[in-house]
């Protein structure tokens, strides 16, 4: 079955240190999305790639890095200097044209302790 | 700019109708979804509208008006099971969609 996979469910980090949260789909899609969702906010964009080894910052960029080597991943590294990490975080993908609206993962929940 | 608002809360009787409204300002505008997401999960997939009208999917109806800006989704018949957040998103160019904040619903027995 095609599908967007997040990985892990629940992640913990101490303070100073990075932190890359996995993002998979084997459904061919081009595009590749990350949001950020705190309580009472919504989803924030954080960044988004429309195809391999091209992406672009979101609303909400400072403190992140990705990368998009391959079609099928695009993983998201929390840096140190993001300064309120804790959150759930949503990957998505779409075959590159948003009336198609988006699959998403199950989400990675991190924590900071 | 590009804005979207929803009501941050609502609660309704199981068996009863419901109306979840949104708004929206925002450019290159396509279409409007909506998504419903419960606690801790992903969000899903219920409806999409290009075009002024109603779009009937069983339970669920959504409305557009473009010219006005405005959506609302309608769910019938509660269900317990429908207690969830429901999050209207619009298309905001290069093939992003911008979400609101969602609208958290409480049905009650």
């Known amino acids: 079955d095609g599908g967007i996979t997040q990985s892990p469910k629940y992640l913990f980090r101490k303070e100073g240190q990075n932190v890359t949260l996995s993002c998979e789909q084997n459904l061919n899609h081009d595009a590749m999305y990350w949001y950020r969702q705190d309580p009472g906010q919504g989803l924030r964009l954080i960044y988004y790639?429309?195809?391999?080894?091209?992406?672009q910052k979101g609303d909400i960029a400072e403190g992140y890095s990705v990368s998009r080597e391959k079609k099928e991943s695009f993983p998201l590294t929390v840096t140190s200097a993001q300064k309120n990490p804790t959150a759930f975080y949503l990957c998505?993908?779409?075959?590159?044209?948003?009336?198609?609206?988006?699959?998403f993962g199950s989400g990675t929940r991190l924590t900071v302790v | 700019g590009q804005n979207i608002d929803q009501p941050t809360e609502m609660t309704a009787t199981e068996g009863a109708i419901v109306q979840i409204n949104c708004t929206y300002q925002t450019s290159g505008f396509n279409g409007l979804f909506w998504y419903q997401q419960h606690a801790g999960e992903a969000p899903t997939f219920l409806s999409y509208?290009?075009?002024?009208g109603l779009e009937e999917k069983g339970r669920f109806s959504s409305f557009l008006s473009r010219s006005k800006g405005y959506s609302y989704l309608l769910l019938k018949e509660l269900q317990m099971k429908d207690s969830a957040s429901y999050l209207c998103a619009v298309t905001g160019g290069y093939n992003k969609l911008i979400f609101g904040a969602g609208t958290r619903l409480a049905v009650h027995p």
């Open positions: 790639s429309q195809i391999v080894n091209d992406f």
């Open positions: 509208n290009v075009l002024d």
């Open positions: 998505a993908s779409s075959i590159g044209n948003s009336d198609y609206g988006y699959t």
